[in-house]
């Protein structure tokens, strides 16, 4: 299939030429001024190239490619114009970034090695964003595979932390929320380095000693040390190294990311733990929105309005085989050589069944494994497995 490009011209005579040019190689798509054309990558795109006219009433093409780059950062931009003094070039190449500079008239040839060479560039440009997506992707499961095997309760804790902020970012209607899961994920890696002895106290609930409580304290920073030099989780490692610092004097619109992302963090982890100690979610919620000076009540209020408890349970004991997501683990899975997998209280995800699978696959998994399933009269119940 041919690539697909983007004309933009005032001129419709002109448009119509080009299409006939280079209809035979490219698949190719005309808009008559800059609105439309906006409009047309709304609707028709992402385009390999967009090709703009610089002389153009009302929209000229520097300020339509320079909005291109916000909204289809990916598609190349090129600029066409009769007007070819050495100013406007630089003003095109620095407000629009653009990819080549062309002058009318344009000899057909050259037409289409330059918009060909835009569409090599953009498929650079889209193999190196997956591979850099996949690159994150594994480093992230990798890293969170090795929470779950070498500090199963961080990894319980993270679990319930990633359902709070997604919550939470989807209230408030935040862009990029992957950074803010992915950084809810990964929030207690730094526990890898912590004693087992420290963390067994620490979620129980028993107070730790002044050295104790330093190494702990200390473990959102090695986390994002661990985290800063992996591409595209700059951001990521910087949220978790904040997720203690209290909430910033500044109105929650203007924060920026990463300070944002420290304060829902806090909140998350906070509200977890004064659950973890059995205080009610409604008077958990109330001691966060008292205490403003480390908790912003917008994001406090946004949390507020998950559900936290079910209302119906059917209590089943399952085997591995028969987990499915949404089920709460009513006791510690362990492993049959004794280890601990995941501990009781944790909602059974994706991660969580991966992990037990191939446990299971390896060394084994004591089971049947007891559960609670909400709204069970909805789902499919295991007919040898239900207990009362």
Not at 263 to 288: E, R, W
Request: aromatic share 4%.
């Amino acid at each position: 299939m041919s690539e697909k490009i983007l004309l933009v011209d005032d001129d419709p005579n002109l448009l119509a030429g080009c299409r006939r040019s280079l209809r035979d190689v490219f698949d190719v798509e005309t808009a008559e001024g800059g609105e439309k054309g906006l409009t047309l990558i709304a609707e028709k795109g992402p385009f390999s190239v967009i090709l703009a006219d610089m002389r153009m009433p009302g929209m000229d093409g520097v300020q339509f490619l320079s909005k291109v780059k916000d909204i289809a950062s990916d598609s190349v931009r090129m600029m066409l114009t009769g007007n070819a003094d050495q100013d406007t070039a630089i003003n095109a190449v620095n407000e629009g970034q653009i990819f080549r500079f062309l002058t009318k008239p344009c000899p057909k040839e050259v037409l289409i090695s330059t918009i060909d060479a835009g569409v090599k560039q953009y498929q650079l440009i889209i193999a190196e964003r997956q591979l850099l997506e996949e690159t994150l992707n594994g480093s992230v499961k990798i890293l969170v595979d090795i929470l779950s095997l070498i500090k199963p309760k961080a990894f319980g804790r993270a679990s319930r932390i990633r359902r709070y902020v997604g919550h939470i970012t989807e209230q408030l209607s935040l862009p990029n929320s992957w950074q803010f899961e992915i950084a809810a994920m990964l929030s207690q890696l730094g526990c890898v380095s912590l004693p087992d002895n420290v963390l067994d106290k620490f979620f129980a609930g028993q107070e730790l000693s002044p050295d104790e409580q330093s190494g702990f304290d200390s473990h959102p920073q090695t986390a994002g040390k661990l985290l800063i030099n992996i591409p595209r989780l700059k951001g990521v490692a910087e949220m978790i190294a904040l997720q203690t610092a209290s909430c910033p004097n500044t109105p929650l619109a203007e924060q920026d990311e990463i300070t944002l992302g420290g304060q829902i963090l806090k909140t998350a982890l906070d509200f977890d733990q004064l659950l973890s100690h059995g205080m009610p979610p409604d008077m958990t919620l109330d001691m966060l929105r008292q205490d403003k000076t480390s908790y912003d009540s917008t994001v406090v209020e946004a949390l507020a309005s998950l559900n936290i408890s079910m209302p119906e349970y059917a209590r089943w004991a399952v085997n591995v085989g028969d987990l499915t997501t949404g089920m709460v683990l009513e006791q510690n899975v362990l492993a049959e050589n004794g280890r601990l997998l995941v501990t009781h209280g944790q909602e059974v995800t994706i991660a969580i069944l991966e992990h037990l699978q191939r446990w299971d696959e390896s060394t084994g998994v004591k089971q049947p494994i007891r559960v609670a399933v909400p709204n069970y009269k909805d789902q499919n119940t295991p007919q040898q497995k239900s207990v009362a």
